[in-house]
């Protein structure tokens, strides 16, 4: 009965593991496709005030975005050392 018990309790584990997997995976490859939107704005050439000023607005962007994603790359990481 406690084998059986232990079995069930991995089982219960390796599920919890994949669905935080699953929600992670989907987390980082949010944060992935603002990072791929948000480079080639940043690359830009600045030739004129315009320029400048299309550059400042995408690192606002990126400032009021930074906390979001910090909070969700901590729990990444935990969530590594918990599912290894």
Do not use: G, H, W
């Not at 232990?6 to 496709?33: G, P, V």
């Not at 004129?48 to 930074?66: A, H, P, Q, S, Y």
């Amino acid at each position: 009965m406690k084998l059986n018990l232990f079995d069930e309790i991995r089982q219960l584990e390796l599920i919890f593991a994949k669905y935080i997997r699953i929600y992670y995976r989907t987390k980082f490859i949010s944060i992935n496709d603002f990072f791929k939107k948000t480079e080639p704005r940043l690359n830009r050439q600045l030739r004129d005030l315009d320029d400048v000023r299309f550059v400042i607005n995408t690192l606002d962007t990126l400032k009021e975005n930074f906390v979001l994603i910090d909070q969700t790359i901590d729990p990444l990481e935990v969530k590594e050392n918990f599912c290894n």
